[in-house]
């Protein structure tokens, strides 16, 4: 589907880093019951608080994209597994993707655009050896010649746009992760021959958001004008309902 001119990709984090599950309860009751349900089969404190702040942000801004009351959509298993959101059993024409990591929540929402984001706190711990298994040669080879220092944030921008790449797409890590590759500055993704896409047709955005947490957001543009990317980082008390 084209999007119509003008459109924008906005994207929203939060910091929950602190957060208990008496402070996000106020969002739980805006989740329909399956998300309660969900958030409740989470055995640790952090994952729920997680899990409630993530699907409360994502409503908040679904409901600024519609004008819709945050507690009225519900979710459909969409093409390939991905959620569809519906109001009034109406799909919306919005499409949105909802990533969380230790301590921070994201989502972005476009009209009529094929997206996905992926959140990663840039000093984590990672295992550098999963580049020479599983990622293209390229990228390998690249994170080689970064200095030793600079290598963990090195493989964890290959993997955040990765992630937003296959998160967007719907196939998740089912899509081999060596079938493409990514030149990182600016961001720009490269297909092999098993993959029948068209590289021109996919931007990506990467920052780092919130003092500490690398974000990455892609999305498929249609025959229209490259749309804008609005990225804003919300508190704890801003998200009210």
């Known amino acids: 589907m084209a999007e119509p001119a003008g459109t924008t990709v906005r994207l929203w984090a939060m910091p929950v880093g602190g957060l208990t599950e008496a402070d996000v309860a106020p969002w739980r009751e805006i989740l329909d019951d399956r998300e309660r349900a969900r958030a409740a089969r989470f055995a640790f404190e952090r994952n729920r608080v997680e899990y409630i702040a993530a699907h409360a942000l ?31 059993g109406r799909p919306l024409v919005v499409q949105f ?12 929402a476009a009209r009529g655009l094929e997206l996905g984001v992926d959140a990663e706190a840039i000093d984590r711990k990672v295992e550098l050896e999963v580049a020479d298994r599983y990622f293209f040669g390229a990228e390998a080879e690249w994170l080689a010649t970064l200095e030793p220092a600079r290598r963990t944030e090195g493989f964890l921008r290959l993997w955040t746009l990765k992630e937003a790449y296959i998160k967007a797409t719907g196939r998740g890590l089912s899509q081999s992760l060596d079938e493409f590759w990514f030149e990182v500055d600016p961001p720009c993704i490269r297909f092999t021959p098993a993959i029948a896409d068209d ?19 892609g999305w498929r543009r249609g025959a229209g004008p490259e749309p804008v990317l609005e990225a804003a980082t919300l508190q704890p008390a801003d998200l009210t309902f």
């Open 58 to 88: 994502t409503r908040r801004l679904l409901a600024a994209e519609t004008g819709e009351l945050p507690a009225a959509f519900h979710y459909e298993a969409g093409e390939k597994g991905k959620p569809v959101a519906l109001c009034d």
């Open 97 to 108: 993707n909802l990533s969380h990591t230790g301590g921070l929540v994201a989502v972005a």
């Open 199 to 217: 590289e021109s047709a996919w931007s990506f955005h990467q920052e780092v958001m919130a003092g500490r947490f690398l974000v990455a957001t």
